[in-house]
């Protein structure tokens, strides 16, 4: 649509009016229907265009643009990872709605946000009901494994093991008690009667003079006289005495065996009366060692001049009471830390109270020499409060008080002494003397 020429009324308008309708109305003419220019170059010849763009066209062909280079294609993601992902965003995502809905329903009658309020404290306001809500059913989770947990426990207390296997249980236990008794020390009695009627034995053959260590090794080698066959050994003594001798002995080792064999299978009949015997007779010896460690130990405590309580005197001062019963708590708690050893039979009383001797000795091996510095040290203490007495003594001039002037007292007299019959060392302590006797009458 052509444009319409104005021509301003004012002075703020084109300075030439005229030749700026002249070039709208000369870009007018050069426009198509569809306000395009018809010729972008009215000054250029349609020749020269024409040579232009042959020129451009050659430059093309000898300088063909380099192709581009090819892009490297991404590579394809993996269908189950993405599958995999995509599980678990939709996992997080319903998980998050379950825990919006409960936060919406925890949250349903608190107090919401004034209308006016940020869209970021809605968000954070959202967040932290989200995050409470999220704390809840893991508390709620925890809590349901716990009860389940509980009604398991419950259940196995209910269901107790079924009486076959507590009879088969009670026989292991009867059969390892079995297997006990024969190395019960109680048995160990018949074996020593054995061992020294076999020793007997050994001594009577070894005086035969066809007899040497040899041949009693070989029987000990078999387990005995008693099992070996002892005719042989006879004909080659030939001793009618060490073969009787031989014999009685030889029927004494069977007897012990004998009656071992019985007294153990007497036990094994009866096992449940032995390992109730047995444990009554371990208690018994502890109870037994306790008590006599105990007699011992009141005989050894009564040695002990400082291990008894004082009274405190009834006109004691506030030191002496204090230490007087300091000392008795030291021994009353000393007599109760012995009290419970006595009581503990552990290793590791044991070792505590070896530990102690181990100290103990130590101290005793010092005390000597620390007894001996401090009696000296004590001595040169007294030696040094004796010298400052002495000086403070020496030292001390009393003044007498009154109202008289200096010079006017009365002089201190001294009697005329023997200047010529007396040694001089006499006179100055005669004179001495009778300075200080008129130096304390005139001080009264």
Not at 99 to 108: L, N
Request: proline share 6%; glycine share 4%.
């Amino acid at each position: 649509m052509p444009e319409t020429l104005v021509v301003p009324k004012t002075d703020g308008g084109f300075p030439d009016v005229a030749k700026h309708n002249a070039e709208i109305a000369q870009k007018l003419a050069a426009q198509d229907i569809m306000g395009q220019e018809t010729n972008p170059n009215p000054d250029a010849h349609s020749g020269d265009e024409l040579d232009r763009l042959a020129r451009e066209a050659e430059e093309a062909a000898k300088n063909p643009p380099e192709p581009p280079e090819k892009e490297t294609p991404a590579p394809e993601p993996d269908p189950k990872a993405t599958a995999e992902k995509a599980a678990e965003d939709a996992k997080a995502e319903e998980e998050r709605q379950a825990a919006q809905k409960k936060a919406d329903e925890y949250f349903k009658d608190s107090p919401a946000l004034p209308p006016n309020a940020s869209p970021k404290s809605s968000e954070a306001f959202s967040a932290i009901k989200l995050r409470a809500a999220q704390d809840i059913a893991e508390r709620d989770a925890k809590l349901e494994k716990l009860a389940k947990d509980k009604a398991e426990l419950e259940q196995r207390l209910q269901n107790q093991p079924p009486p076959e296997a507590l009879k088969e249980l009670e026989e292991h236990r009867q059969w390892r008690a079995k297997l006990d008794v024969e190395a019960d020390p109680k048995f160990k009695e018949f074996d020593r009667q054995v061992a020294s009627s076999s020793e007997f034995i050994y001594a009577q053959l070894l005086k035969s003079p066809n007899i040497d260590k040899a041949v009693i090794d070989d029987i000990k080698k078999y387990g005995g006289p008693d099992k070996v066959n002892m005719a042989k050994i006879f004909s080659v003594v030939d001793d009618p005495m060490t073969e009787s001798l031989v014999k009685a002995k030889l029927a004494d080792i069977a007897v012990a065996r004998y009656e071992k064999d019985k007294a153990v299978a007497a036990a094994k009949e009866n096992i449940v009366n032995y390992i109730k015997e047995r444990e009554q007779q371990v208690s018994q010896q502890a109870v037994q060692h306790n008590q006599a460690t105990q007699t011992r130990l009141v005989q050894h405590l009564a040695k002990l001049d400082w291990f008894t309580t004082k009274e405190v005197p009834a006109g004691a001062d506030k030191e002496v009471r204090k230490a007087i019963e300091e000392d008795n708590a030291f021994v009353l708690n000393t007599r109760q830390e012995l009290a419970d050893a006595l009581k503990d039979d552990s290793a590791e009383m044991r070792a505590v109270m070896l530990t102690g001797m181990a100290q103990l000795f130590k101290l005793q091996r010092e005390l000597p020499a620390v007894s001996k510095e401090r009696d000296a040290l004590k001595a040169q203490v007294k030696e040094l409060e004796d010298k400052l007495t002495a000086i403070k003594n020496a030292s001390k001039v009393r003044i007498r008080e009154g109202g008289a002037q200096p010079g006017t007292g009365s002089k201190v007299g001294v009697k005329p002494v023997d200047q010529f019959n007396t040694h001089a060392g006499e006179a100055l302590d005669t004179i001495m003397k009778q300075f200080q006797e008129e130096r304390e009458r005139v001080n009264k």
